[in-house]
Structures are given as structure tokens and as C-alpha cells.
């Protein structure tokens, strides 16, 4: 049963840390995107890739945050210096280029900034 | 509006019951709109799809229904069970390949 592994699941860090969250897409998918889960603001776009190429980062606070997809088999979003208010879940979702309504989630990471 | 957390909209059925969710969108430009399920602790879940010119989809004990007049959608779910309590999801696909997702309506069921 092919899916998306996300590390760490949880993850608590002190205001100021650097924290990289880490995913894997499905073997195959070309589309992988980073979201952000809140109580208040529901689920945001932060960013997203194609093939590996970065189509839209809109959504990302750009002076602490930054995504990248070294290989077609890692992504991964990194915050530095984090902050409390970066405390959310954050799925990483994958998809083939012809479903672009299919996302396949993963279970999500949850960060706790203190 | 609606809004997520504690004053997320719930709705109450019991097991066996019909559900009906309702979402309601604001964009008329958009070119598809999903349904997504949301277990606890688990990632949202794709459920079903429907383009902008259709009005129904049906799949496996539910279905969509599109009324692009007054800008509604609504998903309706056969028999619920207890396995369909969830936080449900509708979003919109503009046709930039990203979705844009709402606050979500969680569905309570008992047995």
C-alpha cells in the first residue's frame, strides 16, 4: 500500500531552534506539496514542487522558512529560526501530474515551538 | 463565517442515518471540487470529485452534489457509520494544480 512517510511525527523545540521535517513522496509522483495545519487558519498551501522544480512558495514566510527536494525521493521543509506561532501540523502530500485533485497525505508532523 | 477548533461546525448522526454536509464556495472560476476526510491524528483523505460541469457524482455510498447558482456543494453519505466520523473537507481546484481547502465540518456518529 503505497504512501507518504513524513519524520519526525512530533517534534517540541525551544523558540530559536532549527527544525527539518522530512518527506516521502510516492514512488512515481512528480507533485509534492508542503501544508500547514492550524486550529484558526485550517489548512494553508505552503509550497509546492514539480519534478523536483519549485512552483509556488507564496504561501511561506520566506524569511524563516525554506523547502527543497534534493532528490525526487526527499522533501523536506526547514524553519530557522522557529518561532511559537509556527506550531501547527505540517503534511506533506504527493500526486501524479495527471490527478492533480488526488493528494495523498501523509500523517503529518506536529511541531510544538516553546 | 465558519471557523475550525472550537467552533468547528458539527454535525450529529446516528449510525445508519443518511448525512448530509454542506460547503459552501466562493469562487466560480474553479474547475473541480473535492471532498476530503480527515480521521484524527491522520492525514485528509480523498474521497470524491466532481467537475464544474456536472451537477451529481456518484461513488461508493456517496454523493456529490454540485449547484453552481447559489455557489453550494454538499456530500452526502448512505447508512453512516461509526468508521465515517471524521472532519470533512471540501475544496477547490482553480486550476493552477493546487487546492484550496475549507474549514472542514466534523461529523459525529453514534451507535
Known amino acids: 500500500d503505497a504512501r507518504v512517510t513524513q519524520t519526525p511525527r512530533h517534534k517540541v523545540t525551544e523558540m530559536g531552534q532549527e527544525v527539518t521535517m522530512r518527506c516521502q513522496p510516492i514512488l512515481g509522483h512528480n507533485t509534492v506539496f508542503w501544508y500547514r495545519q492550524t486550529m484558526m487558519q485550517g489548512l494553508e498551501l505552503l509550497a509546492y514542487f514539480r519534478n523536483r522544480a519549485p512552483l509556488d512558495d507564496s504561501g511561506m514566510p520566506k524569511d524563516r522558512f525554506s523547502a527543497e527536494m534534493p532528490d525526487a525521493t526527499l522533501a523536506t521543509l526547514k524553519i530557522q529560526p522557529s518561532e511559537p506561532r509556527d506550531s501547527a501540523v505540517y503534511f506533506c502530500?504527493?500526486?501524479?501530474?495527471?490527478?492533480?485533485?488526488?493528494?495523498?497525505f501523509g500523517a503529518g508532523s506536529r511541531l510544538t515551538v516553546l | 463565517g465558519e471557523s475550525v477548533g472550537l467552533h468547528l461546525p458539527t454535525l450529529s448522526v446516528q449510525e445508519g442515518d443518511n448525512s448530509i454536509i454542506n460547503c459552501a464556495y466562493s469562487?466560480?472560476?474553479?474547475?473541480?471540487f473535492i471532498w476530503y476526510k480527515q480521521e484524527s491524528g491522520k492525514g485528509p483523505q480523498f474521497i470524491i470529485d466532481?467537475?464544474?460541469?456536472?451537477d451529481k457524482r456518484q461513488g461508493q455510498r456517496v454523493t456529490v452534489l454540485l449547484n453552481k447558482t447559489v455557489k453550494h456543494l454538499s456530500l452526502q453519505i448512505a447508512a453512516t457509520q461509526p468508521g465515517d466520523s471524521a472532519v470533512y473537507f471540501c475544496a477547490e481546484n482553480r486550476g493552477y494544480s493546487t487546492l484550496t481547502f475549507g474549514k472542514g465540518t466534523m461529523l459525529l456518529v453514534s451507535p
Open positions: 469562487n466560480s472560476a474553479s474547475d473541480y
Open positions: 502530500a504527493s500526486a501524479s501530474g495527471s490527478g492533480a485533485n488526488v493528494l495523498t
Open positions: 466532481i467537475r464544474s460541469n456536472m
